[in-house]
């Protein structure tokens, strides 16, 4: 799944950005992404609250009365 999102991102994720964007090694890329996926969650809430709002909502499961 991929999110596409529009942020102005702090010195923080500049720099995670321009580290992972130096890295050609695949393990090196993917502790960057986690460490980026990390530092948004924590520090820009806007961000999560927009994807909050953006994913899916799960359907009101069925409510059968011989269950209750």
């Not at 050609?24 to 927009?50: C, M, P």
Request: aromatic share 14%; charged share 35%.
């Amino acid at each position: 799944m991929k999110f596409y999102i529009e942020f102005e991102p702090c010195k923080e994720c500049k720099a995670i950005i321009s580290e992972m964007s130096e890295n050609t090694d695949e393990i090196q890329t993917d502790e960057g992404s986690k460490k980026f996926l990390r530092h948004i969650t924590y520090n820009h809430s806007e961000i999560v609250q927009a994807i909050i709002k953006d994913f899916p909502k799960e359907a009101k499961k069925e409510d059968f009365p011989w269950f209750k």
